[in-house]
């Protein structure tokens, strides 16, 4: 691309203009933004000049303390921006600043716009930081010096972002650059104080170096300078020398919770990839734990520089608890929500981090049981989530998840899976479950009958979320898992049992079964005899392929198509009433639909017609009972 230059000016042909309309309306979601990327520039300028002054004693003019000023004037509506920093040259000023009037524009322009996505890296170079600024001004103005050059090498650089720029020499006293802002009329906002004061606070108060602010001086009055910013990055201290209380302070005024949290993690990654991550995990669930909508509580910092907290991408859904922050020096500072979609930096950020969550939640749950459980009871339910969302780390969530079962006292979930393979039975061939819509059902479900007479533990699931898991987690130590209400049910495993499977069906049994097929019609896929029951007359079963019963339920409840197959009515050709109902010449069709019905109650369902099933009650017991007079019953 080439430059028009008349009178000195650097006029910008139509491509540049379009390239810095985008950037100016569409690459920020923020205009604020503005003030951390010109901070970020003064930084970074400060720590050039500390490095390169080590090697080169010409560029260290005065012994000096290193600082950024802002100051803000509502009379002249402008912002300064001030760094005692490196500065800049003369060719400096055309790289750095004018870059974006270079070559390379078009094909920056096209990522921007999103027609190159694998370009996204572009973000951050090019100038761009700096030219945010236009967003909230009409005009740009540079003053900058480079640190060793004489006072008359300084450089006067000023744009309106829209025709081109100017650049001439100019006499600067001290070494470093100053940013002058003269703000549109639609961003007077930003001549308040209070809201730059709350932006430096809110973006760049972890910078290292002191950020001071103040109103401009007047005739009347000078302007005390305030420090503006805390200066201090606890993640990048090393953990010896941070004490409890200050880890404690920082999550209180991170997360603005007054408890402690029940969980820290700080750790350090060198190498190829550069980060700090520091994360806590609550003492007690937020109340807005289960709203899909909630921005997530882990920060992401791009060297010590704010850029965002909706950062999903950070850690996956199920993991949505944890607060903290996350701070990469591997990011451009111009990171975008879309950049972090495509980033692959971003995702071994994401690996790494949730692999060290999961084996300090290990570690934890090793080393202080009491205190995991606490964990287990208020994220359990979330942490679930990770069974079904993250494949990579399945097996060591796996590892981490707690069941109620039938050895264990009451609903809560205190089991792990391989303590329940540490006591399984001798030739158990895999790990047996139940899903609910509670733990109640779950426990007094028919199809433990069988399971307590021998003394078998079955897992008792009776959250919603449970479905998923064992949908998705097939099997554990190389036991598979088998839901006791599906399919057949074998327990040949067992000497006793196998005996008593191998029993032949009499043929008034098998008469009873056809007459009960005959009357459900479509009700029940199948009817059959069954050894899983020894109290209940009969219990409904699931196909082995198809969706459970509960699941079945839970899709219909939410307004979701469910892939609805009649169930399996197994009977229990040992219980009275089906001894009585085998003796039966008459019509079973109302015994039919009774034992289905009082099957499908037994497991928590809701019937569709219970008026149908209370008639059917009341004439069976009028029958019963020899009177013609009607029996009322309430289901």
Known sequence: MTEDQVNDKIYFQAEVQQLLNLVIHSLYSEREVFLRELISNASDACGRHNFESLTDSNLREQEQDYSIEVEVSKRHKTIKIRDNGVGMTNDEVVENIGTIARSGTKKFMEALSGDQTDDSNLIGQFGVGFYSAFMIAENVEIHTRKAGQPKENGVYWKSDGVSGYSIEAESIEHHGTEVILTLRKDAKEFLDVDKIRGIIKKYSDHVSLPIRLRKAPTAKKEEEWELANSGSALWTRARKDISDEEYDNFYKTLSYDSETPLLRLHNRVEGRLEYSALLFIPAHAPYDLWDVDRRRGVKLYVRRVYIMDDTENLLPAYLRFVRGIIDSDDLPLNVSREFLQKNKQIERIQSGVVKRLLNELKRLAGKDSEKYQQFWEQFGKVFKEGVTEDADNRKRIAELLRFSTTQTEGSDQTASLQEYVDRMKENQDAIYYITADSHASAEGSPHLE?????????LLLGDPIDEWVVMHLTEFAEKPLKSIAKGDLSLDWLDEEKESEEETTSPKVESLVEK????????????????????????????????SRNLTRILKATGQNAFDMSPILEINPEHPLIKNLVEKENDLDDWAHVLFDQAALSEGAMLEKPSDYVRRVNALLTDSIGDESSIIITP
Request: aromatic share 4%; proline share 5%; net charge neutral.
């Open 450 to 458: 069988i399971f307590r007479k021998h003394d078998i533990e079955v």
């Open 516 to 547: 009960l097929k005959s009357a459900l019609g479509e009700r029940a896929s199948d009817v059959r005899t069954t050894t899983r029951l020894t109290d209940s007359p009969a219990c409904l079963v699931a196909n082995e392929f198809a969706p």
